[in-house]
């Protein structure tokens, strides 16, 4: 989400440059360390077995057990692989000699310098601007593809579970009413739903923020500009209030642990979320009046002329829209994963729920939905990475995050090889981590075989 | 690196679904009354959920159907050719038109020939089969039909109404005519249909380089099929010349080709459906080869050309299209030799997307290779066969048998992808939208809704309709039943 935190934070966003430069700087590093390595590698192998070939054919020299060279299948395999190998690095030397004739002829500059240099752009709602480095803004971009992932899986995964359920209800009208949503949604390309929802309901379908909708006595702001809501405010003592709440986070994971052992030892209800929260909020609330108030709330504000925001968390417009049309979009496809899953879920296993008269609902939460995320898991990680891929999308509507962004710098003559080499970079590292995030948690996910 | 692992795929979970709907006792018909006592009021959660979903559904419906009929429609009236084909010169409006309807008859003509193919196999074996009748079509494809019709009713004049009956008139007796055909012609029925498609679209209304490109890879293939029908030498020599005379049949073909000079039609302006479909078309079937090459190339044993695979396939699977149309469009040309002039937009999307696809189809091909029992390889090897006869003759056609369902699955997948074409400025079917709105008769007048609508609706209804034929078809191919 983007906010602003007002007040005491507003320098806040501005001095921490966590991993601005550096980062890059180092992905980039590990690119070159791989490319490297890859070729090692396979320069390696080959000469690895072509010594291995020397050397059986010098021993088996007087024998007549191996065929002549031309008809030996390694032989083959190892002449195939040196000329395809050949034929790579002739392609990329003519091409990277083409690129280079061709850069030199219109001036380009290709050294990664301009990371340094003004950007000369200014993101909405963000503290940067247009002096801030290209590097600064590329973080910048970057966070806010962070922003629309981490708020979009976890609402597309939720919906779309829903869904999925309710594509295999008994209620007719619900089961329907799954069917048409997700037979409409999954057959149109995510862009038009994109487009749809920001130019038609965002922009359309609000008030424009002279006339901003204010519910519950203006804690809320809803116009076509922005969304705000309340936020918190840190005081005096803030930073020992977030150490203590980071611990009574742990105490609260140490006390559910404690009483899960309980109940795998004893079999009295175990009440773990209920413990664990009431650990937590009774720290927070001891914490709260020991230090005096260390937090306070901010109401969302508008100027006079209805215009200016101040205060509160806020929302921007596009970013609202992309995560949205994205999370209705994605959210078909995990329904169809999930209602795949749950009907690949061994029947005995239902019944075995209704002889031991468990509800409805008991039946989903402890029998079938267990086994089904199981099932469900590996393809559901395509999906987040579909959606992770699919956030690039926002270049269409303007919402600022990385690709968006990268495309406002080449607007600002920056040079675009080594931007798009970056673009394509931070998406592969996105990828990667998401995959392996991923299959760890499948690997703790799968039953353990024999 | 970053597929899912060895898991299951999202085609996994179908096959499940499927399996699991067929094994389902089959509904029983109830009186109308105890129907809904079992499906709308069963319990109070049922009835609750019944009245308030019923009532918010009902809600949805009437308000969009108030809208859908209250619009007004003359944007879409007044721009339909432009959403159909663009900015295609006025003059040289025969050649889309003309090519429209050789595909139809094209399209028509394979489809109806592998369908007798699939009957004749069928009988063979002593299966039951039928040949479909028309209704049957109508109400598989029933979706694609009436938006065509819905399509149609905006025009002004006469002639689109006139070109599209000649469509189905021709996509009609293609299909009869290739269902009658004999049997030797029916066995090339996918070169002549792709030959037929390209000399539409590429010939007629294209460009002569990509048209010569294309008709000379089919060429390629066809004419390497064709000698090896006949009893070649064994060995290298048989292989070469069998690929030496295709090769060059097919450059003889690709330089008559090319030295009939055009630039393409309009090819800068290309526009419209009609482009989206091209693009899709386009980009999976000269992707397929590259796909298929990619994934044996994965499950080789050579180091080289699996590093080769892998590292391709998985970098154009992490990043975004969008990132790499920006490349297409920015970086594509700089790679061509300094004598080059810049080629169309067009062309270099063509050139990314095949790469794309190409990507995404080897995985699919690889999933197939893998379900393919290896028993089938080791008898193949011990009845002597060469290890390129084994892949070529054994274990391709069962994987790629088995993956027709995933393929049409990436067609559907590319045909969505292809709006991100207007990020790069080419005026693609969701483009024309714009394109519309901002016409000095429309401006301002907040019509872009209807625009929507109707661009939604094209999208849903071939999209729809694939999906469909895609499920069918993995049931009726029993994918993973072996």
Do not use: C
Not at chain 1, 162 to 182: D, E, H, M, P
Not at chain 2, 194 to 202: G, N, P, Y
Not at chain 2, 263 to 269: A, I, K, L, S, V
Not at chain 2, 431 to 436: G, I, K, L, S
């Amino acid at each position: 989400m983007h906010y602003v935190s007002a007040g005491p934070g507003e320098a806040h966003g501005h001095t921490t440059n966590w991993g601005d430069v550096s980062m890059i700087r180092f992905l980039l590093a590990v690119l070159a360390v791989a490319v490297v390595l890859t070729g090692v590698y396979v320069v390696g192998r080959l000469i690895y077995d072509i010594v291995q070939l020397i050397g059986e054919r010098r021993r088996s020299k007087n024998d007549a057990a191996l065929p002549p060279l031309w008809r030996d299948v390694k032989a083959l395999g190892i002449a195939a692989q040196i000329g395809v190998l050949a034929i790579i690095v002739a392609v990329i030397a003519y091409l990277r000699s083409n690129f280079l004739t061709r850069a030199e002829d219109i001036g380009l500059n290709l050294s990664f310098d301009f990371l340094d240099q003004p950007a000369g752009i200014s993101i909405a709602d963000n503290p940067l601007g247009p002096n801030d480095t290209v590097s600064e803004a590329l973080t910048q971009g970057f966070l806010n593809t962070i922003r629309v992932i981490l708020i979009g899986i976890p609402a597309a995964l939720i919906l779309g579970t829903l869904i999925g359920i309710a594509r295999l209800s008994s209620n007719w009208v619900l089961q329907k009413l799954a069917t048409g949503y997700v037979e409409f949604f999954r057959n149109i390309p995510p862009l038009v739903v994109i487009i749809v929802m920001w130019r038609v309901v965002f922009l359309e379908g609000f008030p424009r923020s002279q006339e901003a909708w204010k519910p519950l006595g203006g804690w809320f702001i809803f116009s076509n500009n922005r969304f705000a809501f309340p936020s918190l405010l840190g005081q005096d003592n803030f930073d020992a209030f977030r150490l203590i709440l980071l611990l009574g986070l742990l105490a609260a994971a140490a006390v559910a642990v404690w009483r899960t052992r309980v109940f795998n030892e004893t079999g009295s209800p175990h009440h773990r979320v209920l413990w664990g929260v009431g650990t937590f909020v009774g720290i927070a609330t001891v914490a709260y009046v020991a230090l005096g108030a260390p937090i306070a709330t901010s109401k969302p504000a508008l100027d006079e002329a209805g215009r200016v925001f101040s205060g509160g968390l806020r929302m921007q417009m596009p970013y609202a829209a992309l995560t949205t049309a994205l999370v209705i979009y994605t959210a078909t496809h995990i329904a169809e994963i999930v209602r795949g899953s749950i009907l690949a879920v061994h029947r005995g296993q239902v019944e075995a729920a209704n002889a031991l008269a468990l509800s409805g609902f008991q039946r989903y939460r402890f029998v079938v939905l267990p086994q089904a995320m199981r099932i469900a898991f590996p393809p559901l990680i395509n999906q987040f990475l579909n959606f992770s891929k699919n956030s690039s999308l926002a270049i269409a509507i303007g919402f600022s995050e990385v690709t968006s962004l990268v495309n406002d710098l080449f607007g600002q003559s920056q040079p675009a090889p080594q931007l798009i080499l970056i673009l394509m970079l931070f998406y592969l590292t996105l990828s990667l981590v998401l995959s392996a995030v991923g299959n760890l948690i499948n690997r703790r996910l799968q039953v353990v075989g024999r | 690196m970053t597929g899912a692992g060895e898991g299951l795929s999202a085609d996994d979970v179908a096959l499940f679904t499927a399996r699991a709907e067929a094994a389902r006792p089959p509904s029983q018909k109830l009186p109308p009354g105890q129907w809904a006592k079992k499906n709308l009021f069963d319990g109070f959660a049922n009835i609750i959920f019944t009245l308030v979903f019923g009532f918010a559904g009902l809600a949805v419906l009437f308000f969009l159907a108030v809208w859908v009929i209250d619009a007004d429609y003359e944007i879409v009236r007044r721009n339909l050719r432009i959403f159909m084909i663009g900015q295609f010169p006025k003059n040289e409006l025969w050649r889309p038109a003309v090519s429209l309807l050789v595909v139809m008859a094209g399209v028509g003509f394979t489809s109806g020939a592998l369908a007798r193919n699939a009957h004749d196999l069928a009988l063979e074996q002593d299966l039951p089969t039928e040949k479909s009748s028309w209704v049957s079509l109508i109400r598989r494809f029933w979706a694609v039909i009436a938006v065509v019709i819905f399509f149609v009713s905006f025009a002004r004049t006469l002639t689109p109404y006139l070109l599209v009956a000649g469509a189905f008139a021709l996509l009609v007796a293609g299909r009869e005519l290739g269902w009658a055909i004999n049997a030797a012609v029916r066995a090339r029925a996918i070169y002549i249909g792709a030959t037929i498609f390209l000399l539409s679209m590429l010939v007629i209304a294209g460009t002569s380089s990509l048209g010569g490109l294309s008709l000379g890879l089919i060429t390629l293939f066809w004419v390497a099929g064709e000698v090896g029908r006949r009893d070649l030498p064994g060995g290298v020599v048989g292989l070469t010349i069998r690929w030496g005379i295709a090769l060059v049949a097919a450059i003889v073909v690709y330089a008559i080709e090319v030295a009939i000079p055009y630039d393409g039609f309009g090819w800068e302006n290309w526009g419209g459906l009609h482009i989206t479909l091209f693009t899709t078309v386009l980009g999976i079937s000269l992707g397929m080869p590259f796909g298929i090459l990619l994934a044996l190339g994965r499950k080789s044993d050579l180091p080289v050309m699996k590093t080769a695979s892998v590292l391709f396939i998985e970098f154009i699977r992490g990043v975004p299209l969008i990132s790499l149309l920006l490349f297409s469009n920015l970086m594509l040309p700089l790679f061509l030799p300094i004598d080059f002039e810049r080629p169309a937009d067009l062309t270099l999307t063509i050139v990314v997307i095949t790469g794309f696809s190409a990507a995404y189809i080897a995985e699919i091909v690889r999933g197939g290779l893998q379900a393919v029992p290896k028993g089938q390889t080791e008898a193949a090897q011990a009845s002597g066969m060469s290890a390129g006869s084994v892949q070529r003759l054994i274990v391709l056609p069962q994987a790629l048998r088995a993956v027709i369902p995933a393929m049409v699955g990436q067609f559907i997948a590319l045909f969505k992808d292809t709006t991100l074409l207007q990020i790069i400025g080419i005026l693609e079917f969701l483009r024309v939208t714009d394109v519309a709105n901002v016409q000095p008769d429309f401006l301002g007048k907040g019509l872009a809704p209807v625009t929507y609508l109707f661009v939604a609706l094209g999208y849903w209804a071939f999209a729809y309709t694939m999906s469909k034929e895609s499920r069918r078809l993995e049931t009726k191919l029993g994918v993973g039943v072996r």
